[in-house]
């Protein structure tokens, strides 16, 4: 990036910046786990847990993107645009925390002086202007224009770098032809994609080998879903959110003959799987779950008959198997120790409405509901009557009863991390055609590119993705090296969801009347990612139920 008026980052400052950052919100974290009795009491602070949780994950955010810039120009990168980018996002987290603890200092309770001697001090305060110059934000946003928002980052992963290059070939020709009329007509996802995809490998790429998968582990499959979700968030880029999910929980708590029975197929793509926690009256109190799960012998098999309504569920009807949470300790007091996660076979169904007839006399109903985006999967509410499961579809077994809600709890934390993949891949698509728009759109008689807030705009946009992404590519690394971690994927889900609401929403502004017309895909993106942040933990309980937890609870 070359711009005469702006003198490049003196990227030593930034760092001290973020080290200044993270040591006050390390601050504030320890006098709020003191007053929430080590997060017990979260509840009675709600408001300033989640500021805290937010304030964590933008920080978490800043460290993943300025330790990426300095790798990249260690080994050589010329490209400044990534080191200016760590500036800007690392000034931004700054003055918000600063503007945040002097509007709420009674919750904070850090104290002016303290504020004064960190992000208060003259030098600090002179870091973070020079990095957030306007000059410097638009040059970005040049940059980014000029290149089309196409994302070329350096990766130091020579399998991560070929799974990009081959990935988004596949996606290009292969998702983005169709995404547009899966969209408008709401239709399923074609059979042809899964098939492609499951040849390619795609379904099995963080599954180990042992189990017939490509044992690749979390980032090549972490850029696959960001690629495809670059294309379609809903006809190819979430179809490896589910399998993942019952991966992990099988990994964690199968036995050992379940694993070999389910894992293979699943890794292959002929297993599609749909996740069955959500209730029509369940929803973020997963502990609660009603839907039951009673023993019972059916037609001289050992089982479980399975009663109850379940809503949300996505790709039910394409599915082979529902990866379900059930009550199979009566007692309600039990809570999320009476809970069992089910692998439970059906027939797939193409259209927008199911029902499955057992011969022993069990019916499995359902029917999707309309949404806005997300189309092409359908999410579907189902009621399950008398429903017969046998003993070896209880994962785990009779060791695994009662232990469901843990099992299920790891799976999300998976599916987690992959939303930071889909949501960075849908944010991705948002800042190349809002790049591209802006070097063909002409108003005034000029490119409105030419314009310098809309290159502000574009530059704030690529450094939000950037960051975002860099996030998520972290805590992928992390998962590889320890599978039981939760707050990374959490954050990287949460912060990534924003980013993508907000990008797809700006750039639809700067596509004008046109961002409205459905005939723009970013019409689409918009409503798309407006999903994003509800499920797997819609956002006020992922940042107080799982980030604040964990950070007040350590
Ligand atoms: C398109 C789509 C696809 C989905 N796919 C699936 C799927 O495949 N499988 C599945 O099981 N589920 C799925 N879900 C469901 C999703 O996970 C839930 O919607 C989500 O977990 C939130 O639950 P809820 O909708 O019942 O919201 P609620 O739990 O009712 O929460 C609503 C709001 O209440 C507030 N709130 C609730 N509790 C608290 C609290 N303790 N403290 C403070 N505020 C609180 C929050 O502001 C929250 O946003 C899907 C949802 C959608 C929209």
Redesign the pocket.
Same mark, same amino acid.
């Given at each position: 990036m070359s711009d005469a008026g702006v003198k490049p980052i003196d990227l030593a400052a930034v760092d001290q910046l973020v080290v200044t950052t993270d040591a006050v919100v390390q601050e504030a974290l320890a006098l709020a786990r003191r007053r929430t009795d080590g997060g017990k009491g979260i509840?009675n602070e709600?408001v300033h847990c989640e500021r805290l949780a937010y304030a964590a994950t933008e920080v978490a955010a800043a460290k993943a993107l300025l330790a990426y810039a300095t790798a990249a120009l260690e080994h050589g990168q010329q490209d400044r645009s990534i080191a200016e980018m760590a500036a800007v996002f690392a000034a931004e987290v700054a003055q918000r925390l600063a503007g945040s603890i002097d509007a709420h200092s009674a919750e904070f309770a850090l104290g002016d002086d303290r504020l004064n001697q960190t992000l208060g001090a003259p030098a600090t305060k002179a870091v973070i202007r020079a990095a957030l110059s306007d000059a410097r934000v638009r040059a970005i946003g040049r940059h980014a224009i000029q290149q089309r928002g196409v994302n070329h980052s350096w990766l130091d992963n020579e399998l991560a770098l070929m799974t990009r290059d081959s990935v988004r070939q596949f996606a290009e020709t292969e998702v983005a032809p169709i995404a547009e009329h899966i969209h408008r007509h709401d239709d399923l996802v074609p059979d042809a994609i899964i098939d492609k995809m499951s040849e390619l490998g795609f379904f099995g790429m963080s599954v180990p080998e042992a189990y017939g998968g490509g044992g690749m582990g979390n980032l090549p499959m972490i850029i696959t879903t960001e690629e495809l979700s670059r294309c379609s968030l809903a006809a190819a880029g979430s179809l490896i959110t589910?399998p993942e999910i019952l991966t992990k929980a099988l990994l964690k708590g199968g036995t050992e003959a379940q694993k070999q029975k389910w894992l293979p197929p699943i890794a292959a793509g002929r297993v599609m799987v749909?996740?069955?926690? $959500?209730e029509p009256d369940?929803?973020?109190?997963v502990a609660s779950v009603k839907c039951r799960a009673d023993g019972a012998e059916v037609g001289g098999k050992k089982g479980y008959v399975i009663n109850g309504a379940?809503?949300?569920? $996505?790709?039910?009807g394409r599915a082979n198997v529902l990866a379900l949470l059930a009550r199979t300790d009566p007692d309600p007091q039990k809570g999320a120790r009476g809970l069992s996660l089910f692998i439970v076979e059906k027939d797939p169904f193409p259209g927008h409405e199911l029902e499955m007839k057992q011969a022993t006399g069990g019916v499995l109903h359902g029917r999707a509901d309309r $949404?806005p985006g997300?189309r092409g999967m359908h999410?579907f509410t189902l009621s399950f009557d008398n429903y017969f499961v046998p003993a070896e579809n209880l994962v785990g077994e009779q060791g695994g009863l009662n232990k469901g809600f843990y099992l299920q709890m790891g799976g999300f934390a998976a599916g987690r991390l992959q939303t930071g993949g889909r949501a960075t891949g849908l944010s991705q698509a948002a800042l190349e055609r809002t790049a591209e728009y802006a070097n063909d759109r002409k108003q005034f008689g000029e490119p409105i590119g030419n314009f310098q807030l809309t290159q502000h705009k574009l530059g704030r946009m690529a450094t939000y993705v950037m960051a975002g992404r860099q996030l998520t590519y972290a805590a992928a690394l992390k998962m590889d090296a320890d599978e039981a971690i939760a707050l990374e994927p959490a954050m990287a889900k949460l912060f990534t969801s924003d980013v993508a609401v907000w990008v797809t929403q700006e750039g639809q502004l700067l596509h004008g009347g046109w961002g409205y017309a459905e005939e723009f895909p970013i019409s689409r993106y918009v409503v798309d990612a407006t999903?994003l942040p509800?499920?797997?933990?819609?956002?006020?309980?992922l940042e107080?139920?799982v980030i604040a937890r964990t950070l007040l609870g350590g």
């Open positions: 509840d709600q589910r749909g996740i069955s926690v $959500t369940i929803g973020s109190d379940k809503a949300w569920c $996505t790709f039910a $949404t997300y999410s999903v509800i499920f797997e933990g819609v956002k006020p309980i107080l139920k």
